[in-house]
């Protein structure tokens, strides 16, 4: 269901163009076996509870939402539905990354995230493109940061926290907390859990000091696909002396994004075992179910890396 036309697909895959709502949704996907909701974070909630009213419904949702979609859990349970949310690259591969670290090693001292999605080279504007919705972009921006520290969930101001990170072959560039820890405050067993954005230096600068309109930033920030962009995501787990360490940096390939491919991998992977019966669970679940069972967290790694993502993980005691 997508406002512009829909070019180039192939004649197997059957395609309807159309304007939905909350209320007309069912009638569309009622006999699928599986949807993706990749609805922008503002609407992405709204049709959530009319999906998992569907008996036996599986949903892979990837709606960037300030509703936490547990509310519909029981809901979900009533009509033998599955929705695993927030089913990305971060949140989403992250959060199971995480889980598995805690499953294996036990309550953990410190679980922090870096992520973003950025041109290769920076400019004299911006700096940055959105690969994805860019209202999702601005709610990053101003939703207050959820995050643990010292054992005490917290809630810090967006933006906050800025220091400058290495990124591997870019150099030194800048994080920020913003509100990406979400499920995991109740999930996983940690003292310390904290995520960072990170965009080139000068990017937040200019975001802090300037009186942009929404609209205008829209076009700003508007996604050139001609453009070389990379992604990269950095998971740290620490426990005593112990250290796990993921970095996952993409490129982009057959003109796709890499925020594109990162993303939507993780959330085909988890469609596909929605669709086999992998996961078979009812109710409404974080990604960290991802990362419960260490093959469901293998499947989705090798998944991406057979699609040319490049992810490293190490460990060091």
């Known amino acids: ?26 009638d569309y996907v009622s006999d699928t076996d599986v949807v993706i909701n990749c609805l922008p974070g503002r609407i992405g909630h709204s049709i959530r509870e009319n999906l998992v009213s569907i008996n036996g419904m599986r949903v892979a949702d990837l709606a960037f939402t300030a509703e936490d979609p547990r509310s519909l859990d029981q ?23 995480l889980k598995a670290a805690e499953t294996e090693l036990g309550i953990l001292d410190s679980g922090k995230i870096w992520v973003g999605g950025n041109p290769q080279q920076p400019d004299d504007e911006w700096s940055y493109m959105a690969p994805f919705s860019p209202s999702d972009v601005i709610e990053e921006y101003t939703r207050p940061a959820r995050i643990r520290r010292s054992g005490h969930n917290v809630t810090e ?10 990124v591997p072959g870019y150099g030194s560039m800048e994080a920020f907390l913003t509100d990406g820890v979400r499920s995991l405050l109740n999930t996983i067993d940690s003292q310390e859990l904290l995520e960072y954005t990170v965009r080139w230096p000068g990017h937040i600068d200019r975001y802090l000091s300037g ?15 001609e453009r070389p962009e990379f992604t990269w995501l950095s998971v740290v787990v620490t426990k005593g002396q112990k250290l796990w360490k993921w970095d996952v940096i993409d490129e982009g390939m057959n003109g796709w994004s890499s925020m594109a491919r990162t993303t939507g991998l993780v959330t085909v992977e ?23 069972e260490r093959f469901l967290l293998d499947r989705v790694v090798e998944a991406m890396r057979l699609e040319g993502v490049q992810i490293e993980s190490s460990t060091e005691s």
């Open 75 to 97: 809901l979900a349970k009533n009509s033998q539905a599955t929705l695993i949310y927030d089913v990305g690259i971060a949140p989403g591969l992250s959060n199971a990354i």
């Open 270 to 292: 988890v469609a596909e075992m929605l669709a086999d019966g992998t996961i078979s669970d009812v109710g409404v679940m974080p990604p960290e179910r991802l990362g419960e």
């Open 1 to 26: 269901m997508d406002a512009d036309s829909i070019q180039d697909v192939s004649s197997e895959i059957e395609v309807i163009q159309s304007q939905i709502s909350a209320d007309n949704l069912v």
């Open 157 to 166: 101001p967006a933006l906050s926290e800025r220091h400058l990170v290495s």
């Open 211 to 225: 009186d942009d309109t929404e609209d205008e930033l829209l076009a700003a920030w508007q996604f050139d696909s």
